[in-house]
């Protein structure tokens, strides 16, 4: 019988870990996502236009974006269509966005037609399969439907997990909308949002409107709800609801002093006081910047590449921090140049940038929430 591996608690809060990418900030991340809607109200489109954005690195609705390779599996349109849509949202088309127009079943040929493909396309980042049901053999009735959705979805998450990548599922919704919880509008059972780490419903009040609203929630997404209109092709946020839920969350301007710091010293080791002591932090508490230093380590000091580890002596917790060899003597110029880069993207006296034409978009800011403080010298 092989043993269970447990860790500390302790030790579990106190060691940088990899957390998903944000393919679009606050809205997408790596792993498993869904966005459902009804047939023909502008979900090929809105797919469309984030794979031109993503695959380029522009912002979407304001927010900033992951560029990496893209794929697009458009299995419900026609060569000619996707073309002439590219070139009614584009002047010019990615090198790194690619498209295929038919694939294998779940659970038959599909998942390894996934991996083919990521060995030929070692950088694609996000992969867009249009749509689920293209992608499904009819399930019997005898199946438990609960069963049969997440094992199908689970074998996509499963690809997405080991290698770090986002696979966007596009799926119909139901002819009847629940009234009291909008993601009970998808097709098929819970078992759909059960293993999907983000999901989207995108409604239309008026089904010959040009207005929608899509609702987003998922593991590492904060729930929220944005009002939509379509111009030109192009959906565009008119306004965010419930919009106490939709600030980016501000990353502390002392973190990146630290890593000023770390850069001059090439390393650290020692007590988290002693380090704010060091950058003339008087303010902020020890264990309010531990937690910090942790929580935002891969937004930070990955980039410069920073490592980190706890380290107990006595009864004093100290922080080691190191850095990667270096390989030339330019590596610490391109460090520096990347915490400048870093410092203007994230500085929290900075609120994201506004989306053009929408001005009732400014609750896009940052949050100013209170940390409490822990035991932590």
């Known amino acids: 019988m092989e043993k269970l591996h447990l860790i500390s608690a302790d030790t579990l809060y106190y060691t940088p870990l ?32 984030f794979c031109l954005k993503i695959s380029q690195g522009e912002p979407i609705w304001g927010l900033p974006t992951s560029k990496t390779d893209v794929i697009y599996l458009a299995l419900e349109d026609r060569e000619w269509r996707v073309q002439q849509r590219m070139q009614e949202l584009t002047d010019e088309p990615p090198k790194n966005l690619h498209f295929g127009f038919s694939c294998g079943k779940l659970g038959a040929e599909l998942e390894d037609q996934i991996l083919a493909l990521l060995k030929e396309y070692p950088a694609t980042g996000l992969l867009f399969i249009d749509t689920l049901q293209m992608v499904r053999d009819n399930v019997s009735s005898r199946v438990n439907a609960y069963a049969q959705d997440y094992r199908d979805l689970s ?16 799926h119909h919704n139901r002819k009847e909308h629940d009234g009291s919880n909008v993601f009970n509008d998808m097709t098929g059972s819970t078992g759909i949002m059960g293993v999907a780490d983000t999901c ?64 001059k010293e090439n390393g650290f080791e020692g007590k988290v006081t002693d380090l704010l002591a060091a950058i003339g932090d008087e303010a902020t508490p020890a264990n309010v910047a531990s937690k910090n230093i942790t929580k935002h380590f891969g937004a930070v000091f990955e980039p410069l590449g920073i490592k980190m580890k706890p380290k107990r002596k006595a009864e004093a917790r100290l922080m080691v921090f190191w850095f990667d060899d270096d390989d030339d003597g330019n590596d610490g110029q391109r460090r520096s140049e990347t915490l400048v880069s870093l410092r203007h993207q994230y500085d929290d006296a900075s609120s994201l940038p506004p989306v053009s034409s929408q001005s009732s978009f400014a609750s896009w800011t940052d949050l100013t929430g209170s940390d409490e403080e822990l035991p932590f010298e």
Not at 156 to 163: C, T, Y
């Open 18 to 49: 990899d957390h998903p990418r944000m393919l679009i900030d606050g809205i997408l991340s790596d792993g498993l996502a869904i966005l459902s809607g009804d047939s023909k109200i502008g979900k090929s489109w809105m797919i469309l236009w």
């Open 155 to 170: 074998a996509l998450k499963k690809i997405a997990d080991d290698h770090n990548m986002c696979i966007f599922l596009v």
């Open 200 to 263: 989207m419903v995108l409604r239309k009040e008026d089904r010959f409107g040009n207005d929608a609203v899509l609702s987003i929630t998922g593991r590492d997404i904060e729930e929220k709800r944005l009002k939509l209109t379509m111009r030109k092709n192009v959906w565009e946020v008119t306004e965010a609801l419930n919009a106490t839920q939709l600030h980016r969350e501000r990353i502390p301007h002392y973190l990146f002093d630290i890593a000023d710091y770390l850069l």
